[in-house]
């Protein structure tokens, strides 16, 4: 025999099983639970290491981190999760979880939640690698600004179990306490402090001192919060024998803790509680408010508000309730609980509708009306009060004022009139005085950095505006400008937004404010001046430039920091960034732009190192490693490895005209080896538009409510998505005019099976597949998600997510008819799918949750009964419990099951399952999900 030809022979059989073993597959529903997304990429301060959390879908994650030189150093951390770098750069702490396979073997097994295994902690270092952890741990915390100290809160301990050898000794029963064991410490262990039974603590800010409360054991009597400083070692009481304690807040340079408590039971239905200040160096209670010290009529300090310290610290904001009211039916004891009245009166004369009350009624309940504390005066200004009842305090408080406004003369509108206007005033806080700004103003304003002027963006005039506080006078900026700012491509009744302000120049100089596609820098003294930063080169080329913010702490921006865009080209989709110029005296210079999607651009704070993810539709989302210049991007994550297995596909931009003759654009995705010579089915998802998420990565996962895309074209589907131009009170005509032209602009691409064509969409786009198919049968078969089918029904309904009445959506926003049912009835019915059932010749799938808080799910209802009256084929899912899109993974991975069933036997001829040919009874519901297929 020739020895030669059994070796090529062999190596021929070698090659072949190679070629079978690298062969790729398509998704299955099983690859969810595995497929990887990254999230809480952090970098130190210094910019020496980078971090992220990778996380599966279903089942255990990671958190990496490694030096920003050396990507490949890799230390990961199996099962961390609420990872965070440390203020002084040296550590990186989190929590590692139980591993989840376990604890769902123990739960199978009925174990108690107490015999499950816990959290731990890891503290790793950074600069030697060595990793610390500690079992049994409830949470952590650390300093937000500096120190090197960390907080560990421990489980409770397991009771002790009483030796078998000794019957004479019994367990002693452990005494009665939500507190648990606390160790503070520095981060590398040369300090440590432990206390028992406590049940909250936080850091000051800077690291320097230290609260805890204790809890109650047994008595009220041992109950206490302490200050440790952090230097000395040394514990200081504070207060005790209170029976809660809340709101515990340091000042910014920690020279006082301020904190709410009552000695009221928990069980009194009108607690009284006092506002304590505590000295932290003094180490003495400096200030106690009661209810008597208050200017408020009838007010009484609140727990359920907010604490605030000027940054100077020279204030105190805390919030003020108004007093317990008296109802004599609900004090009554002699009524028993059945006898009870238990009723909603809707008034015409209410503000809100009784669904909304109901919605809001804990929040009204808990209101709080902002006070202040002048430290040095002792002098207590009312800030707000049922008339003018919102104050919009800044991140950090350096000012004397702030912006107030009240909505409470137009609120009754709000039914039919989102866009609502309200009363806008400047507060003193010296005084509590407020002085009007504007009435019935249109926008929500905000305060410059300096307080020299209040600006909004004005939709009634479409411009932007600023108040001049000391001229008291209004400015227009942007109408002498030659270009719009309001949102061009609008198409809805309500009012155009704007594209955003960026922000003051330092001394409030000049505002940033976006166009359609440039920035432009205006001097309120001079708007007529303003600067296009930009140079016009965005609308110019079709690229919109926005400035991305470097410091996240920033109040104003600083004409000497680097003014870097992201730059994002309309037509091609192309993606990236250019550095600008604050001067506005030379164009951006490119310095990155590809065919690629960048996000999450993060800068060190100390250091010209960045973080940005990058993706197209077959890449990752993975981060990268860059600095300022861009030069060179070099990745460190590798996302789904697994990904190179699977047929995947492709995705192309399709440019097409509507029935008028308007210029779309739409997203084509094919197949892997997409061959126009063949023939695909195709699926059809809408959504508005959606073209500019081009080059976005979209992952395998169970269907909330529409169609995977990546699902469907690896398993060998075409999937189009239009985007959709509307014209006022035409929404179903619009929704036809736009999609049935790109899909024959796709069909005429060649490769289409134009017999087996489907489209799907949930909400607004399950509205849309109702309508189109009572307009044409070129589709195969259809899935309607939430579709309001009946607008004269609907209008009239309830979002009972917000508890809002639908009429806005009509006349204002999305359903786009523009005026009420009786101003334009026709509308209504014929934009209504229901009234024209007859003409369907599509099998339809309808998801309609009964929980569902956006669209009432009778619209689903009367959807199917149309269908079923008229004998046409049709099934409605219904998953109790659920809302408007699915929220429980188990019910997506069914419906994505069900979805795939249903258009694979339409549009490929695959059995028809059982669920659709025999149903599923109610007496099987929970016994059978009948996925089973047919002959």
Not at 20 to 48: C, F, M, P
Not at 726 to 754: F, H, N, R, W
Not at 890 to 909: E, M, P
Request: hydrophobic letters at 35%; aromatic letters at 12%; charged letters at 25%.
């Amino acid at each position: 025999m020739n020895r030669k030809k059994i070796g090529l022979g062999l190596w021929v059989l070698l090659v072949v099983q190679i070629a079978v073993g690298q062969q790729k597959r398509s998704l299955t529903h099983a690859d969810y639970d595995g497929w990887e997304s990254l999230s809480s990429a952090k970098i130190t301060k210094n910019g020496l290491f980078v971090g992220y959390q990778i996380s599966p879908q279903d089942g255990d994650g990671r958190f990496e981190v490694f030096p920003y030189k050396n990507p490949d150093q890799k230390t990961v951390i199996s099962r961390a999760s609420a990872v965070s770098f440390t203020p002084d750069d040296a550590f990186l702490v989190g929590k590692i979880v139980p591993q989840k396979d376990s604890v769902r073997v123990l739960k199978l097994k009925k174990k108690k939640n107490d015999d499950l295994p816990k959290d731990s902690l890891f503290i790793f270092n950074l600069a030697s690698g060595a990793m610390e952890k500690l079992p049994r741990v409830k949470s952590f915390g650390i300093p937000t600004e500096k120190g090197s100290w960390i907080a560990i809160h421990f489980e409770k301990e397991l009771p002790q179990k009483p030796d078998p050898a000794d019957s004479t000794k019994k367990a002693e029963k452990p005494k009665k306490t939500d507190g648990t064991k606390l160790l503070v410490r520095s981060l590398d262990g040369s300090k440590s402090w432990e206390f028992d039974r406590v049940k909250s603590y936080s850091f000051a800010p800077n690291g320097d001192y230290f609260q805890y409360t204790l809890a109650e054991e047994d008595t009220l009597d041992n109950s206490a919060v302490f200050v440790l400083n952090l230097s000395s070692g040394e514990s200081k009481l504070v207060l005790e024998k209170m029976t809660t304690y809340s709101d515990l807040t340091f000042s910014p340079q920690s020279s006082n803790l301020a904190l709410i408590a009552t000695d009221d039971s928990l069980k009194a239905k009108k607690p009284v509680h006092s506002l304590y200040l505590y000295d932290v160096k003094s180490g003495a209670i400096s200030k106690k408010l009661e209810k008597t010290d208050l200017k408020f009529n009838q007010g009484r300090i609140s727990p359920d508000g907010n604490i605030r310290f000027s940054e100077d610290e020279n204030k105190l904001f805390f919030g003020v309730a108004q007093d317990y009211k008296d109802y004599a039916y609900a004090e009554d004891t002699t009524i028993l609980d059945e006898e009870r009245v238990s009723l909603d009166i809707w008034g015409w004369q209410d503000d809100e509708i009784q669904p909304m009350q109901l919605k809001n009624k804990s929040q009204e309940e808990k209101k709080t009306y902002w006070s202040v504390l002048d430290l040095s005066s002792g002098q207590i200004t009312q800030l707000t009060t049922p008339e003018v009842d919102n104050l919009v305090l800044e991140n950090k408080i350096t000012k004397n004022i702030a912006l107030a406004w009240t909505d409470a003369p137009y609120r009754r509108s709000y039914s039919w009139d989102i866009q609502i206007g309200r009363d806008l005033y400047w507060v003193d806080f010296s005084t509590g005085q407020k002085t009007l700004i504007e009435k019935n103003a249109s926008g929500f304003a905000r305060l410059s950095p300096e307080a020299n002027y209040a600006y909004w963006y004005d939709g009634r005039d479409s411009s932007w505006v600023a108040y001049d506080l000391k001229a008291k006078s209004k400015i227009n900026l942007t109408k002498a400008l030659p270009i719009p700012f309001y949102e061009e491509l609008h198409d809805s009744p309500s009012l155009p937004g704007s594209y955003g302000a960026v922000g003051w120049m330092a001394g409030d100089q000049a505002i940033l404010i976006n166009d359609r596609y440039d920035i432009w820098k205006i001097d309120p003294k001079n708007p007529s001046a303003a600067i296009n930063l930009t140079q016009g080169e965005g609308r110019k080329n079709a690229i919109t430039f926005r400035r991305e913010t470097l410091d996240f702490e920033e109040r104003a921006i600083d004409p000497k920091a680097p003014f870097l865009l992201s730059a994002f080209n309309e037509v091609t989709k192309d993606n990236g960034f250019y550095m600008g110029s604050l001067d506005g005296k030379s164009a951006p210079k490119q310095l990155l732009m590809t065919a690629h999607n960048y996000s999450g651009l993060l800068k060190a704070k100390e250091s010209n190192q960045v973080l940005v993810r990058r993706s197209t539709y077959q890449d990752n989302p993975d981060v990268y490693l860059t600095d300022l210049n861009f030069k060179s991007l070099q990745k460190a994550s590798n996302l789904n490895p697994q990904q190179a297995n699977i047929k995947w596909g492709s995705v192309e931009l399709v440019s097409y005209l509507t029935l008028h003759g308007d210029p779309l654009q739409g997203l084509l995705f094919k197949p892997e080896g997409f061959d126009p010579s063949k023939k695909y089915p195709m699926m059809v998802y809408f959504y508005e538009r959606n073209s500019d998420t081009y080059h976005n990565y979209r992952a395998p996962a169970p269907s909330r409510s529409t169609i995977n895309i990546p699902y469907f074209v690896s398993n060998d589907y075409l999937v189009f998505v239009p985007d959709i131009k509307y014209e006022m009170g035409l929404p179903g005509p619009s929704a036809y005019d736009c999609i049935i032209p790109g899909v024959q602009a796709v069909i005429a691409k060649g490769g289409v099976d134009t017999e087996n064509m489907a489209i799907q969409g949930q909400s607004w786009g399950g509205y849309q597949v109702a309508y189109l198919i009572t307009q044409t049968n070129m589709f195969k078969a259809a899935g309607a998600g939430a579709p309001v089918v009946n607008m004269t029904s609907a209008y009239g309904g309830i979002r009972w997510g917000t508890g809002m009445s639908r009429m806005f959506q009509y006349e204002q926003t999305q359903s786009r008819i523009g005026g009420t049912l009786w101003d334009k009835p026709l509308y209504y019915l014929e934009n209504s799918p229901l009234f024209m059932m007859d003409r369907v010749q599509t099998p339809v799938l309808i998801m309609h949750n009964d929980e569902d808080g956006a669209v009432p799910w009778y619209q689903g209802i009367e959807m199917f009964m149309a269908l079923k009256r008229l004998n046409k084929p049709a099934w409605l899912l219904q998953y109790n419990g659920e809302d408007h899109n699915l929220t429980q993974r188990k019910n997506a991975k069914d419906l994505s099951v069900r979805l795939s069933q249903f258009f694979d036997h339409y549009l490929k001829g695959a059995p028809t399952p059982l669920w659709m040919s025999e149903g599923l009874p109610a007496v099987e519901k929970g016994k059978t999900l009948k996925y089973e297929l047919g002959d």
